[in-house]
């Protein structure tokens, strides 16, 4: 098993993307924690800030050529730049829609793509996506969201099958309620501001329980240190749900029939 001695996290300014820059750099890996910030909360050894939006492709290019140029290596990725849209389906305008997709998934995809011809020539590589437990859980007024977590578990499990024999691994990790600063930049569709929408009632709600969840949430470490235990398997697993109150609701809706687990949805989340 090849060493992963140095790793490029997206997303690396703050929350989840932060502490798993800090707990891989402790272990003594060399971090890259890009964002477009470029900046670290706290200076971490080990850990260096690249200014990086990953819906450019070319700034990643550079950032990859930069980490090999000083590295010489690039072992792993974790592609974990993210934000979250909340509003009802009806009503949400097209372009809200379209963004969601854009940093979650195509910046995902830009980022991999980058990574994937270095690991190719190493022989080795790991490929990490952070989803969401909402990849597999449904929420209401979370469509986008969920779908666009569901997308790029999707793409990172057919991956795995694509890259067989290469020596590249995939492996996402769906967490579940975290206190990071999701929750505040979570952006509100133009639908889900409108007082008189027909969803109102059922949104207000909605949005209190989940914004209490999530602020009262694990502490983003919980995530890093999956991510580690992953990084230093020989063989990762190809999906990973953190903490085992989390793992259990993951492996019951997986086996509950759909009209069970969308009853449950419904009496917790409306
Ligand atoms: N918090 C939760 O409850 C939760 C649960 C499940 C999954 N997740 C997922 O975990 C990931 C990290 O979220 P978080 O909870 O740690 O939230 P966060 O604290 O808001 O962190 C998001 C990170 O993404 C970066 N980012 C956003 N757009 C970017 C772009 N275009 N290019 C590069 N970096 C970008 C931000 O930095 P800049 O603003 O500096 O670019 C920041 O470092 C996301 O993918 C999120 O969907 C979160």
Known sequence: MEEVKVVLITGGSSGIGAATARILAQSGMKVYAGSRRGTLQEQTPGVVPVKLDVNDAA???AVVK????????????VCNAGNGIYGPVEGTLDQEARSQFETNYFGALKTIQAC???FREQGHGRIITVTSVMAVLQLPFQGFYSSVKAALLSLSESLSLELKG???QCCSVLPG???TGFTNARKLNVAAQDPASPYRNKMDKNLQKIEADE????QPDVIGKAILKQLNKKKMRVRVIP?????AVGALVRFLPE????ALLNFLYT
């Open 243 to 247: 903490r085992l109150d989390y793992a």
């Open 259 to 262: 009209k069970s687990k969308l």
């Open 116 to 118: 994937l011809p270095v």
């Open 59 to 61: 700034a990643t290019e």
């Open 177 to 179: 309620d975290v206190a």
């Open 166 to 168: 290469t020596g590249i």
């Open 215 to 218: 602020r009262g949430g694990m």
């Open 66 to 77: 930069r980490i090999l140029s000083e590295e010489g290596r690039l072992d792993a990725v």
